[in-house]
């Protein structure tokens, strides 16, 4: 059974570093939450390491320039894992070929196809229409707010020719501000229940913890995975993830799950052990909101 906490202090001495995610968490989509900053800061001043493990599907450098201008301090952490950057690598190692249709907005385009210095002897990406593609990256929909099932005949025709399609954000939703967002791991969810092949790199899956790993590393001595807290909104990527790689996890219940779970300040206990027998993931701890 999950430990209802009242602050990440409460518990944070006995972690060397923590797996942040970003969106429900750190921000809304809109602006910085501040008591989650505040105790980031508080958790650095004391000699703890934060990586920020995102499954944005933006390269490190962009999301740290998102950051800024939501109004997250430089201070609040260490460095930067992305979806993104663990997909990017895979795609320049020609995974889903070197011709890709595209899905997502053209910032996101422009982000992604940048080359990457982590792949050597990268193969040459060209972006081409769904008829001429060897596979499919996708970042996003094309239009966020519309239902998954407006990309059923695009995906018929790829899965059609056996295309495989990298997935560079596992999340299903995402809540800017007070509105909610449909992300690539639902069109990519999609595409897996229509017969299609999808294959994912960030939250739940060992790439994106294996890339937090390194980043770990460039920052900090050695660190055991049990010295290791994994905080997050999202109970099927930040906690399953967590559970698959053996590593504690604070679960944000006023997130994404906040109505689920009775969230005002703190989670409704009966409502949150349901919500968590339901989902079969539990994390060691929950909290409302990070602070």
């Given at each position: 059974?999950?430990?209802?906490?009242?602050?990440?202090?409460?518990?944070?001495?006995?972690?060397?570093?923590?797996?942040?995610?970003?969106?429900?968490?750190?921000?809304?989509?809109?602006?910085?939450?501040?008591?989650?900053?505040?105790?980031?800061?508080?958790?650095?001043?004391?000699?703890?390491?934060?990586?920020?493990?995102?499954?944005?599907?933006?390269?490190?450098?962009?999301?740290?320039?998102?950051?800024?201008?939501?109004g997250?301090?430089?201070?609040?952490?260490?460095?930067?894992?992305?979806?993104?950057?663990?997909?990017?690598?895979?795609?320049?190692?020609?995974?889903?070929?070197?011709?890709?249709?595209?899905m997502?907005?053209?910032?996101?385009?422009?982000?992604?196809?940048?080359?990457?210095?982590?792949?050597?002897?990268?193969?040459?990406?060209?972006?081409v229409?769904?008829?001429?593609?060897?596979?499919?990256?996708?970042?996003?929909?094309?239009?966020?707010?519309?239902?998954?099932?407006?990309?059923?005949?695009?995906?018929?025709?790829?899965?059609?020719?056996?295309?495989?399609?990298?997935?560079?954000?596992p999340?299903?939703?995402?809540?800017?501000?007070?509105?909610?967002?449909?992300?690539?791991?639902?069109?990519?969810?999609?595409?897996?229940?229509?017969?299609?092949?999808?294959l994912?790199?960030?939250?739940?899956?060992?790439p994106?913890?294996?890339?937090?790993?390194?980043?770990?590393?460039?920052v900090?001595?050695?660190?055991?995975?049990?010295?290791?807290?994994?905080?997050?909104?999202?109970?099927?990527?930040?906690?399953?993830?967590?559970?698959?790689?053996?590593?504690?996890?604070?679960?944000?219940?006023?997130?994404?799950?906040?109505?689920?779970?009775?969230?005002?300040?703190?989670?409704?206990?009966?409502?949150?052990?349901?919500?968590?027998?339901?989902?079969?993931?539990?994390?060691?701890?929950?909290?409302?909101?990070?602070?």
């Amino acid at each position: 059974m999950t430990r209802i906490v009242n602050s990440l202090s409460e518990i944070s001495d006995t972690y060397q570093a923590l797996f942040v995610d970003l969106w429900g968490c750190v921000h809304d989509g809109v602006a910085a939450l501040p008591d989650a900053v505040a105790a980031l800061q508080k958790y650095r001043q004391s000699g703890g390491k934060v990586v920020l493990v995102t499954n944005s599907p933006r390269p490190r450098a962009s999301v740290e320039i998102q950051l800024d201008g939501f109004g997250v301090p430089r201070d609040a952490w260490d460095t930067i894992a992305t979806s993104g950057d663990s997909a990017r690598s895979a795609m320049f190692r020609g995974v889903v070929g070197e011709k890709i249709f595209f899905m997502g907005t053209e910032d996101e385009k422009a982000a992604f196809l940048k080359p990457i210095a982590v792949v050597h002897d990268a193969v040459e990406i060209t972006p081409v229409p769904l008829e001429e593609a060897e596979g499919i990256v996708c970042c996003g929909a094309f239009d966020s707010h519309a239902d998954p099932e407006v990309n059923r005949p695009i995906f018929l025709a790829a899965k059609t020719r056996g295309l495989k399609l990298l997935c560079a954000n596992p999340d299903i939703v995402v809540d800017r501000g007070e509105t909610r967002e449909w992300c690539a791991g639902a069109l990519a969810k999609l595409y897996t229940e229509m017969g299609g092949e999808s294959l994912y790199f960030g939250k739940p899956h060992p790439p994106i913890y294996d890339l937090a790993r390194r980043r770990l590393a460039e920052v900090s001595d050695s660190v055991p995975d049990d010295r290791i807290l994994a905080i997050g909104d999202g109970i099927h990527t930040d906690i399953q993830g967590a559970v698959g790689e053996d590593i504690d996890s604070l679960f944000i219940t006023g997130g994404l799950a906040a109505a689920e779970t009775g969230t005002d300040q703190q989670p409704n206990p009966e409502l949150l052990n349901a919500y968590l027998d339901k989902s079969g993931f539990h994390p060691s701890f929950s909290i409302g909101f990070l602070r």
